[in-house]
């Protein structure tokens, strides 16, 4: 398993190859407006992570929250830092099946509770690089 540090530098190589690798639609401008509509669509009834934060509070946030949120998307692609909040969640262990051995623990499955900003960045991510993943394996 990686480090946190090692995952770091290889994300920040990964984005400045591609960045340098000329792909024009990489070439983006982080604005309230754009972050505002790809934040539209997280789900309103998930479960807050350990902030406490829900999507229906970033939904009715102020535009400046959005373009201070855009000044920390920036610095995080320009350092290769994600923030040690963007990493933190627990899981839930969910019984499979309530009739069967609740010690065996392949009756077991997990679900991982992550914070609001965590969620917000993974869908920033996912929103604006999806299209070059296939690129890179």
Known sequence: CSSDATV????????????????????FHIDYC???????DLN???TPGMDGITA???RHAPNSFFAAFGLLLRAIFHHGYTPM??????????IKNASG??????????????????KM???FINARFAHVCIHYP
């Open 44 to 46: 309103a009834n998930c």
């Open 34 to 40: 754009n972050l505002r509509a790809v934040f539209r």
């Open 56 to 58: 229906k509070h970033v």
């Open 8 to 27: 770091d530098r290889k994300f920040a190589a990964m984005y400045r190859d591609l960045c340098d690798s000329g792909t024009s639609s990489l070439d």
């Open 85 to 94: 909040a963007f990493r933190s969640c627990y899981q839930i262990p969910l």
């Open 101 to 118: 051995d609740v010690n065996d623990c392949n009756n077991y499955r997990d679900i991982t509770i992550a914070n609001c900003f965590s």
């Open 121 to 123: 960045f993974e869908c």
